[in-house]
């Protein structure tokens, strides 16, 4: 039974790397460091990352990073997100067990861009998806932040 454990336990790791390499090569096959500069007047557009911390010092400490494109043929905005340690997908000890995936598609008002979106845990069981309510992200032009789970930092922003 210990060995069927371990197998169990590094197929689930296997799936969890496997899915956070194919979002890295997503990553880096569709944002290039100007995209932001590839849609002026668009300041979604990009990569962003922060820690799982908001305004009133609430969250699990976990990093998050969301790539945000703009599908200029539709005006509507998509997202890929990943959470390393989601809170949603299981806590022991206090502490996240699992990551998350998730991606949304929203438009944006004024400094609001709103998602909306599918959230896989990265758990190893394959479950199904879970559908988010929809989620307000607030842009801050003043230090470059957009704010919503956490605050976000934009990706290599000096």
Known sequence: MHVLRNRRFD???VVQLALVASLALALSLTLTPDVAADFPGQPFVGV??????????????SYQVMAVTLRPWSGRYRAV???H?????????GKPLYACVAIFTGTAEGYVLTLQG???????????????????????PADDTLVSWCVFHRLGAS
């Open 85 to 93: 340690g989601a809170s949603m997908c299981g806590v022991e000890n």
């Open 11 to 13: 197929t689930k790791r």
């Open 81 to 83: 997100y990943y959470d």
């Open 48 to 61: 962003w990352e922060g820690l799982d911390i908001d305004q009133n010092g609430w969250g699990d400490g």
């Open 118 to 140: 599918r959230v896989w845990c990265l758990d190893g069981t394959w479950s199904a998806p879970q559908d988010t309510p929809p989620t307000d992200c607030t842009r801050h």
